[in-house]
């Protein structure tokens, strides 16, 4: 267990009855990320914490695999998918620079707020790129620097000791971009609601 999947799992509950802080932006990545499915897909979603994306879209792939480092989130990801139902949401605990599937697995991968957590953004980005199939896509969405967020980053070594925070990478949207293009991809869909808020990248690999 490390530091940061102790300070995950600690807020999980509560992360759980959090309102989702955008709900028509959110609604409209979903739309957006639902044009892309189709029903004989395999997605992965690292990062999912307690599930909500991959269950709403799990009616429209074939099978989505969901990956985070918390147990905790995990937990009430599968509660919640046993509730709704689903059963084609598979739930396992890894942290996305330790996964390993074979190289085009995936024709979807879907990255939901966890891209400025992740240890290096280029190594991880380089391993999506590896995992999907030709033509495949991955999704994500990105708070990049700003403000309160450049605070946040600057201070999480710190608070991180404590367990107070994750640590956090900062960087800009034209950066993010930049590692995209460095692995490959070509970015098909670019939306960002107003400027200091999550950036919504479809980046497709080449087919
Ligand atoms: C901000 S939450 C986002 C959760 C979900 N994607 C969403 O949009 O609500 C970040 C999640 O990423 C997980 N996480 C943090 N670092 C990770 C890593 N290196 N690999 C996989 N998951 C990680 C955390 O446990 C947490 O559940």
Redesign the pocket.
């Known amino acids: 267990m490390t530091q940061?999947?102790r300070f995950?799992d600690k807020i999980a509950e509560r992360?759980a009855k959090q309102p989702v802080a955008d709900e028509a932006a959110y609604q409209t990545k979903l739309e957006v990320t639902r044009g892309y499915l189709r029903p004989d897909m395999e997605v992965l979603?690292?990062?999912?914490?307690?599930g909500?994306?991959a269950i709403a879209h799990a009616p429209y792939v074939k099978h989505i695999l969901a990956?985070?480092?918390?147990s905790k989130?995990l937990e009430i990801g599968q509660h919640k998918a046993e509730e709704a139902e689903i059963t084609n949401v598979t739930f396992q605990q890894?942290?996305?620079?330790e996964f390993s599937v074979a190289d085009g697995t995936f024709d979807v991968v879907m990255g939901?707020?966890?891209l400025h957590?992740?240890?290096s953004r280029d190594a991880a980005i380089a391993k999506v790129h590896r995992m999907l199939k030709p033509g495949g896509v991955f999704i994500s969405?990105t708070t990049c620097v700003g403000g309160v967020f450049k605070l946040l980053a600057l201070v999480s070594p710190i608070t991180q000791r404590f367990g107070l925070l994750?640590l956090i990478r900062s960087f800009t949207v034209e950066q993010l971009e930049d590692s995209l293009i460095k692995a490959g991809f070509a970015i098909d869909y670019k939306w960002q609601p107003a400027k200091g808020k999550a950036v919504f990248i479809v980046a497709k690999k080449a087919g």
């Open positions: 940061d999947s995950w992360y979603e690292f990062g999912c914490g307690t909500s994306t990956t985070d480092i918390s989130m890894t942290g996305i620079d939901m707020s966890i957590l992740v240890k969405s994750p």
